[in-house]
């Protein structure tokens, strides 16, 4: 009965902590209140660098190139997608998008998930 009151406590604590990060801007929160996190710092709030992530304060997707309409949009109102999460570092990895990887990685723990990063 302990164990299970204990996953209960957990897993309340973890709800709590997804719904707080949800109902803070993410971009505040993930994007240092930019419209863009990009792969290096001094490229930040600038959309023309790429890869990179475009933060809105309900969602943030991930844009992997300028000539590509293929985005991944893993973070939305509805929540965090761990598919499209992990879909996204594998991107940023085969790009060595390091910072990227780290943010999306740093995301999905945020929201109780663990995303393959």
Do not use: W
């Not at 709590?16 to 994007?31: E, F, P, V």
């Not at 710092?41 to 969602?59: I, N």
């Amino acid at each position: 009965m302990k164990a299970i009151m204990s996953i209960i406590a957990v897993s309340a604590t973890l709800l709590i902590a997804a719904s707080s990060a949800q109902a803070a801007s993410l971009k505040k929160t993930y994007c240092g209140n930019n419209e863009f996190f990009g792969t290096v710092s001094a490229r930040d709030g600038d959309g023309g660098a790429y890869p990179h992530l475009h933060c809105g304060s309900r969602f943030i997707t991930y844009s992997p190139g300028k000539n590509t309409r293929h985005h991944i949009n893993f973070l939305d109102k509805g929540g965090l997608s761990v598919s499209k999460a992990e879909n996204a570092c594998i991107d940023t990895n085969g790009k060595s998008a390091d910072r990227l990887t780290a943010k999306i990685a740093e995301i999905c723990t945020d929201y109780g998930a663990a995303c393959d990063c």
